[in-house]
């Protein structure tokens, strides 16, 4: 017997919305880390539903429209761009750093 035997198709829904939350925590970006929190609320509660786990299902129904909410506000500028700089202004945080001094 190996390893993948001892993990059900439940287990890896978990592990990817697990996978999703580190990544989310780890963005420094704003749209990468909307789009991983989105793909983590999902993936944790599809996980949940199968397994009956009532606090994250209630957790999860929180944060989905939190941040699927969030992230279009943040696509919404984008629509007006095009070309290269929308492209640069997927990747770049709409956050403004303060000046160098």
Same mark, same amino acid.
Request: hydrophobic share 50%; charged share 15%; aromatic share 6%.
């Given at each position: 017997?190996?390893?993948?035997? %001892?993990?059900?198709? @439940?287990? *890896?829904?978990? =592990?990817?919305?697990?996978?999703?939350?580190?990544? &989310? =925590?780890?963005? #420094? #970006?704003?749209?990468? %880390?909307? +789009?991983? &929190? +989105? !793909?983590?609320?999902?993936? $944790? !509660? *599809? =996980?949940?539903? $199968?397994?009956?786990?009532?606090?994250?299902?209630?957790? /999860? %129904?929180? %944060?989905?429209?939190?941040?699927?909410? @969030?992230? *279009? /506000?943040?696509?919404?500028? $984008?629509?007006? !761009?095009?070309?290269? &700089?929308? #492209?640069? &202004?997927? *990747?770049?945080?709409?956050?403004?750093?303060?000046?160098? @001094?």
């Amino acid at each position: 017997m190996n390893w993948i035997d %001892l993990i059900s198709w @439940r287990d *890896v829904i978990g =592990y990817a919305g697990t996978g999703f939350t580190i990544m &989310a =925590y780890s963005m #420094r #970006r704003m749209l990468p %880390l909307r +789009v991983a &929190a +989105v !793909l983590s609320s999902v993936a $944790l !509660l *599809v =996980y949940a539903v $199968l397994t009956g786990s009532g606090p994250i299902i209630v957790m /999860e %129904l929180i %944060l989905l429209p939190i941040n699927s909410y @969030r992230l *279009v /506000e943040l696509l919404k500028p $984008l629509r007006n !761009l095009e070309g290269p &700089a929308r #492209r640069h &202004a997927m *990747v770049t945080s709409p956050v403004q750093k303060a000046p160098h @001094r």
